[in-house]
């Protein structure tokens, strides 16, 4: 299977959104470093998301140098904060930098260390929190974020359609295994509604109730 389609997904980085040229340098450097960073498309859906939903306190599980955290702080409401976190000190401080550039960095913190372990020490409440750390991860973020979500706020996850690899039943890797755990929690979970959103390599937005 591919996914997603090559011809779709240029045509969608046709009409990906227009972004500031730090954007396109970070991008430029992902692209480089072969670095996992979400890309214009996801990244403008994170800040049309921290938008709608007038978020004034986020919390990004996996930030790497920043990319997403530059979109989705860019939408803060005034006085807003973003929480990122990163187990690299490296990229964490590459991160630092280009958000101090972008005149961001008064609403970033960035932890580092192990996102999950971070998230606990937070007691919210949160408007949005993403998801972007190692796949095998993502299921035990799930109790966590709901206790750290307001009702009405949402979580989003990436990377939830893998390239396909969650319906290729051989595969049974740690990661594939993760996001599947994930996406069927989540598909019936009591205190959430879910979208997947098959954008990218697939997106999940689930709302708290
Ligand atoms: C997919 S990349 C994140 C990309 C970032 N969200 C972006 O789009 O620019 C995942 C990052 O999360 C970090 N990471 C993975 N698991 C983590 C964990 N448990 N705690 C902290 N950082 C983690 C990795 O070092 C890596 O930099």
Redesign the pocket.
């Known amino acids: 299977m591919q996914f997603p389609d090559p011809e779709i997904h240029q045509y969608l980085h046709e009409m990906a959104p227009k972004r500031l040229s730090i954007l396109k340098e970070?991008e430029a450097l992902?692209e480089k470093e072969k670095?996992?960073?979400?890309?214009p498309l996801?990244?403008g859906f994170l800040y049309q998301l921290a938008k709608i939903s007038q978020a004034k306190m986020i919390f990004?599980?996996?930030?790497?140098?920043?990319?997403?955290?530059?979109?989705m702080a860019s939408a803060l409401t005034t006085g807003g904060r973003i929480i990122c976190?990163?187990?690299?000190p490296e990229?964490a401080k590459l991160?630092m930098k280009f958000l101090e550039r972008a005149k961001l960095r008064s609403k970033v913190i960035y932890?580092?260390?192990?996102?999950?372990?971070?998230l606990n020490r937070y007691q919210g409440p949160f408007d949005m929190i993403?998801v972007?750390?190692?796949k095998e991860?993502y299921p035990e973020v799930i109790p966590l974020a709901e206790s750290r979500l307001k009702a009405g706020g949402i979580l989003v996850a990436?990377?939830v359609l893998w390239s396909g690899r969650i319906l290729e039943d051989q595969d049974q890797s740690k990661s594939t295994q993760g996001i599947r755990l994930f996406n069927a929690t989540m598909a019936k979970h009591p205190d959430f509604f879910t979208t997947i959103i098959p954008l990218r390599d697939g997106v999940s937005l689930s709302l708290k109730k």
Do not use: H, I, K
Request: net charge negative.
């Open positions: 970070m992902a670095f996992p960073a979400v890309g996801v990244g990004e599980l996996g930030s790497g140098f920043g990319y997403s955290a530059l979109w976190t990163e187990f690299d990229r991160g932890e580092v260390g192990d996102a999950v372990q971070s993403f972007d750390l190692d991860a990436d990377n």
